[in-house]
């Protein structure tokens, strides 16, 4: 496009994050690394802010992808990280940004893709929690898990554990063929 439209775009699209928190992805970028999370390859993802994400979000626990998540939760989480879930989580200005665009781009209801898909479309109306393992398709999908296979188990301990169970959850594949639950075993359902 050409420089003027250029300008016109990007203030539209930098009033519509004013006015509505919503940054707007940028419709093929954001499909290719919204897919890259829950499928097999990567391409689309920015390799510089990934590391930023998985060194400062990752190093508590598992660096939850964008997309288990809606932009509006990402949004409340990142304005309160001085407390977070009881723990100071506060980044330096310039990490907070980049970290804070890289979720709002890839959030759920951000692109047209599967499982960010799904958790909107079980969500619907309902309020927002501020936890993924609290949105109404997490819980649906692990209601058939016991206790003592989760919160009593001390290889796994909690739901928020992802990675203790879903062994491709760096890789963004949750599919539930490729779960191993440990003590237990593969999940045959
Ligand atoms: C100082 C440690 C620490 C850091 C750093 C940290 N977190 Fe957390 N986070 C926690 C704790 C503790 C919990 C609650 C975990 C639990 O209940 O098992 C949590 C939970 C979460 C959850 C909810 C998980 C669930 O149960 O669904 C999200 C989402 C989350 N953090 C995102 C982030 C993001 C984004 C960052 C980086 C900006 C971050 N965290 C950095 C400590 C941290
Ligand atoms: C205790 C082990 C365990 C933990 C921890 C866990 N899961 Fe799961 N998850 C499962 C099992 C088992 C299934 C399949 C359930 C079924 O088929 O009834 C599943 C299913 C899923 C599915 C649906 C997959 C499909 O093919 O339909 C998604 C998505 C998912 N988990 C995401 C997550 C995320 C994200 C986290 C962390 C916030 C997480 N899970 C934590 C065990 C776990």
Redesign the pocket.
Known sequence: MNRMNFIVASAIAASLLATTGVALSSDDDGKKSLLSWFERSTPGIDPVETRLYSKECGSCH?P?QPG?LPAATWETLMNNLDDHFGENAELAEGDLNSIRNFLLNNAAGRANYG?PNKIMAAQGDRPLPLR??EMR??VY?????KRN??ED?PQ?K?????D???QG?KQGL????D?N?PGFGR?D?
Do not use: G, K, Q, R
Not at 141 to 145: A, F, K, Q, R, V
Not at 158 to 162: M, V
């Open positions: 598992f939850y288990l499982l993924i393992t398709y997490f999908e692990h209601s058939d898990l296979m989760v188990n796994v909690s739901f928020s554990n992802c203790n169970c879903h959850a949750y599919d539930e063929h779960v639950i999940w359902d």
